[in-house]
């Protein structure tokens, strides 16, 4: 029994004082991708997260999808979404969880940090409180949880805020911005005016079911009247739910930070009104056994303050992909702002505008140019608020999160200041130790002579010749535009053979594009067009292109719409090979093409978009030369994904047992073995609400052996569904080669290995 006396002075809840290599103040998306990053590489790191789960806005208590570069796959950026450990919880959010629920991702994010180590994690435990040692220096940081009554004193020579709001950088004094810059200041066309709005505001969602049984609804008093006062409230429909009522915002004329409360009432009156309208107004049939499941307690936070670093991010750099000799990430969302009326605007609930293609975030952008010791992560990056509307998304966050948590463990080895390591050769380490774990940054490979692979002989027991994807499917409608992508070599030309079906008489123009930047999947370029003329019923028809490409890159076989027209398609997916669709994409403000106003700084162009599968197969045809394009060759190359080619080796699909052999011309000491597996980084993956038709991207190899040359098993991996596989060798482990083993992941899809790094 615990009994105390009166006392006259304040009692003290207990303190502890914890000391760390790196602090971590915010535990969402982009913290815990720096967090494990660190860990990872030895660096004790503390992580503290004010609310009781990890994630954020993606975490069960807001419950956003986590999208990136790819866009909902409505864009050109094909093979685009991020790597590293953002990549590693995609994916097995997609393994343990395909139907997108947020409490289950919840739980992966939690396992994820807590399988960490060098991990001390703080739940509901919310900082308030930073202790400077000089005015330019962090010496700790305070905290509390309320559920466990005890306040930390948390201390380190690095810290990284994380936290949204940016708590540590703006008490610590950094220079920050809040609202949108005037077109003068950088000259950013798409800069908003006055009118438009300066902030883009909170959301909050809400998730219905049927009960199975009529179940009557009351608002509550605070419950919107007049469903007229939210100017698209035709676009409400009774199915949807969570994050599809993305644009449920307000608060952007208001203070993002300090009006939260009053941001999450009026949320709160709009939900319960626009519940009561789909229940009780009589405008929806068969709604009687719905019921509310669960409606958001807190707000979603887009924006409030961004703190800057030695550089700020622009409108330019993301339109005009700018490279940076210091790029640690990349993004590929569009420019996306939002009226700062929110639900309550007259205008579309977002403006968005996209790049031709990913664009890179300098290192820069990711440390205060003023606090010597302090990393930013997450939204608060050092980006104008019209570059902020592309860097906010939350797998753009986790990619920079992890280059801050790299970064941190490189500081901390080498005793360096964030802004000590942007020094040479201090970003080609952080590059290339990045790389190393799938960060893929445009325009830097992982560097040949770190892979021992490079000094080796090394063969393939089959490697991919595609000279035909084969008409094994149904027949598919040119109603709309459609091409197929295919890796062309420079200086030469092709011919193409299809099957196709008239319903009557008619033409058909085809065309070779490509896109004017080669590592790009924009296909602006026309090189040829060519008309087919075509009798009614099935025929094969050829069509030989005279032109050749300067350098190698993509091309796409297009075939412009028409529907009296139809294709045959193929059962066969390959790594690298894809087609796609002169499409829409609502999702993203894509009808097809983008149409910029004059003089705003944004190009025009058309959308040529993926379908998901189940859909999404291939065009059937012969081709002629051979595309030879899927070599053992590609698997030192440094990169992990395709870009201007395929960059990976593709077995033979006849191949029984698809094996590489790697051999040296003496015995060598081997630490480590590194492969890079195909996950299909053109698929999504949004972690919630949105299902996916598989749990195993159907590219990835599932089982394989590694052995060395005497048949002695190394590794032996069966079930495989992640990306990149690390197996670290015992320390006396010295071979003259190594075999990898594998099978095919299916009948219809060959082997596939992207890189392989040995050290």
């Not at 941001?263 to 009156?269: A, P, T």
């Amino acid at each position: 029994m615990i009994q105390a006396e009166f006392q006259s002075d304040r009692r003290e809840n207990r303190t502890q004082h914890l000391s760390a290599e790196l602090v971590i103040v915010g535990g969402g998306i982009a913290g815990v991708c720096a967090a494990i990053t660190a860990a990872r590489q030895g660096t004790q790191t503390i992580l503290v997260q004010d609310r009781p789960v990890l994630g954020g806005n993606a975490s069960s208590e807001v419950r956003l999808w986590i999208l990136g570069a790819t866009s909902h796959m409505g864009n050109n950026n094909r093979w685009s979404r991020e790597g590293g450990v953002m990549d590693e919880l995609l994916v097995e959010n997609m393994y343990r969880n395909p139907e997108g629920n947020a409490v289950i991702f919840d739980t992966v994010l939690l396992d994820k940090v807590l399988q960490e180590p060098n991990i001390t994690l703080l739940l509901n435990t919310a900082v308030y409180e930073v202790t400077k040692s000089n005015a330019q220096t962090i010496q700790s940081v305070t905290a509390f949880n309320p559920q466990n009554s005890t306040r930390y004193q948390l201390s380190a020579p690095l810290f990284c805020d994380a936290s949204g709001d940016g708590i540590v950088a703006f008490q610590a004094g950094a220079s920050f911005r809040m609202g949108a810059e005037k077109q003068s200041e950088f000259g950013e066309g798409f800069a908003p005016d006055e009118a438009y709005g300066e902030l883009l505001g909170h959301s909050m969602y809400f998730y219905s079911k049927s009960a199975g049984t009529p179940v009557r609804y009351i608002p509550p008093s605070y419950a919107l009247k007049d469903i007229t006062e939210i100017p698209r409230y035709k676009l409400i429909s009774k199915t949807d739910m969570g994050c599809r009522f993305w644009w449920f915002e307000y608060g952007g004329r208001t203070d993002t930070i300090h009006q939260t409360e009053e941001i999450k009432y009026e949320l709160w009156k709009v939900i319960y009104g626009v519940w009561d309208y789909i229940k009780n107004s009589g405008e929806f049939d068969d709604v009687d056994d719905l019921t509310l499941e669960w409606v958001a307690t807190i707000p979603g936070k887009r924006e409030s303050r961004r703190f800057e670093g030695p550089y700020i991010l622009k409108q330019q750099d993301v339109i005009e992909q700018r490279r940076f000799e210091d790029a640690v990430a990349f993004g590929g969302w569009a420019l996306d702002l939002h009226p700062a009326d929110g639900i309550y605007s007259e205008r579309s609930g977002c403006t968005q505008w996209h790049s031709k293609g990913i664009y890179s975030i300098p290192y820069r952008c990711y440390y205060s140019k003023d606090i010597d010791n302090l990393f930013l992560a997450g939204r608060i990056i050092s980006a104008s608020h019209v570059a902020f509307g592309s860097t906010r998304v939350m797998a753009t966050c986790g990619a920079g999160g992890q280059a801050v948590g790299m970064a941190a463990a490189l500081c901390t080895q080498q005793h360096l200041s964030p802004a000590g390591l942007s020094e040479d050769p201090g970003i080609q380490q952080l590059q290339e130790a990045l790389n190393l774990i799938g960060q893929s940054i445009p325009g830097t490979a992982i560097p040949s002579g770190g892979n021992a692979l490079n000094q080796a002989k090394y063969s393939a027991s089959s490697a991919l010749k595609l000279a035909e994807i084969p008409a094994d499917r149904e027949w598919l409608n040119l109603k709309t535009s459609a091409a197929q992508m295919i890796p062309l070599k420079a200086r030469q030309a092709y011919s193409f053979s299809i099957q196709v079906q008239a319903t009557a008489a008619t033409s058909l123009e085809v065309q070779l594009r490509t896109s004017a930047h080669p590592e790009h999947f924009t296909p602006e370029v026309v090189l040829e067009s060519q008309t087919l003329h075509l009798a009614q019923g099935v025929q094969e028809m050829t069509v030989s292109f005279s032109c050749e490409l300067e350098e190698e890159q993509y091309g796409f076989l297009t075939f412009l719409a028409n529907e009296s027209v139809q294709i045959r398609q193929s059962e066969q997916r390959y790594t690298g090979v894809l087609s796609v669709f002169n499409g829409v994409n609502k999702a993203v403000s894509n009808d097809g093409s983008q149409r910029p106003p004059k003089d705003i700084g944004i190009d025009a162009f058309e959308f040529w978009i993926p379908q998901r599968r189940p859909s999404g197969h291939n065009l059937a045809m012969k081709i002629s030369p051979t595309i030879e394009a899927f070599e053992a060759t590609n698997l030192g190359n440094g990169w992990v994904r395709p870009i201007r080619s395929v960059n990976a080796w593709v077995a033979d699909l006849a191949d029984p047992t698809p094996t590489l052999t790697v051999e040296w011309e003496a015995d060598r000491p081997v630490s480590e073995i590194r492969l890079f597996w195909d996950t299909d980084y053109d698929h999504a993956m949004e972690s919630t609400l949105m299902g996916h038709p598989e749990s195993v991207m159907p590219f990835c190899v599932r089982n394989y052996q590694i052995f060395d040359l005497e048949g002695q098993l190394l590794a032996e991996v069966t079930g495989n569904y992640q990306t990149l596989n690390v197996h670290a060798l015992p320390p006396e482990t010295h071979v003259k080669g190594l075999v990898l083993k594998m099978e095919h992941p299916s009948e219809h899809i060959p082997a596939a290995l992207f890189e392989w790094v040995v050290r």
